[in-house]
């Protein structure tokens, strides 16, 4: 049976969220929740958790999971405040220990470097866990970052940051711990999917020459038309033109309190001695 999936698009960081439950159980899991963030005040709210949060009750779903498919440095994310909400377990790929380690030590995160958690499931290259009687397959697709992964739940396939639609192409390997030669690798192995898989990106930026988002594709699409991998395009050819477009792209406006949050599954660092909570802006650090 196919799963029902649900997009949320958050128009202030161009992202998806995705909200898939089987409709045998009514078993749900939320994919890249957003957290909003107003940087120029450093104002938090969960306006965008709260639609999920809604259209959940409202179908009487019962959510067992929130999957990341990785540290995002573009948004923050409201898993933790979804946990918080429901109970659901919070679930990510297992490399995301690296990705905690080097921004823990950027951040000067002594929680993070102490070694606490903050995920509930870290998950690995093969493994799946049960959603009803759908089944989500991990794949570990690294790249974009080195913990980034690909849900897959019957013929849909959730990729992240991975791939994106076919007329934008691919998201920047140049983050710590990135890579472009991996990206391709990883790209392959999911267009080595069966073609009419359903693929669902993590984010749409609007393309010259189209005028309405969107985030839902096919492998056999991506294959014939992704702009910078499709069939035909060798790795050397991919790499040059990822390297040499990441030196043209400045970093994103919210990386620095994205990451510092993101590394806490979405939670806040610890408040002050007067009750208030900082996020860290480390001067010329990256
Ligand atoms: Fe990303």
Request: net charge negative; hydrophobic share 45%; charged share 20%.
């Amino acid at each position: 049976m196919a799963p029902v999936i649900q997009s949320f698009f958050d128009t202030a960081t161009n992202t998806v969220t995705y909200l898939v439950h089987d409709p045998a159980t009514r078993k749900a899991a939320v994919i890249d929740p957003v957290l909003d963030f107003e940087p120029k005040a450093a104002r938090l709210s969960t306006v965008s958790a709260q639609a999920v949060l809604a259209a959940i009750r409202e179908q009487n779903l019962d959510l067992l999971y929130v999957l990341e498919t990785h540290a995002h440095a573009d948004h923050l994310s409201a898993a933790d405040h979804i946990r918080c909400e429901t109970g659901a377990k919070i679930v990510i790929g297992a490399s995301i220990v690296q990705v905690q380690k080097a921004f823990g030590d950027l951040f000067e995160a002594d929680d993070v470097a102490e070694g606490e958690s903050f995920f509930d499931i870290l998950i690995e290259e093969g493994e799946s866990l049960p959603l009803g009687e759908l089944t989500i397959d991990v794949l570990h697709t690294p790249g974009h970052t080195p913990a980034c992964v690909t849900y897959r739940i019957a013929d849909a396939a959730f990729v992240g940051d991975t791939l994106f639609m076919p007329d934008y192409g691919t998201a920047r390997a140049d983050f710590p711990g990135g890579d472009a030669a991996s990206l391709y690798r990883s790209i392959h192995r999911i267009l080595d999917l069966p073609p009419e898989t359903r693929l669902f990106v993590g984010h749409d930026y609007l393309p010259e020459g189209r005028n309405a988002y969107a985030w839902e594709t096919t492998v056999a699409e991506e294959r014939a038309g992704n702009r910078h991998v499709h069939d035909g395009i060798g790795e050397e050819e991919f790499v040059a033109m990822r390297q040499a477009r990441d030196a043209t792209l400045a970093a994103p406006t919210l990386i620095l309190p994205s990451l510092q949050v993101n590394i806490r599954a979405g939670g806040l660092p610890e408040a002050s001695r007067k009750g208030r909570v900082f996020l860290k802006l480390p001067v010329n650090a990256i």
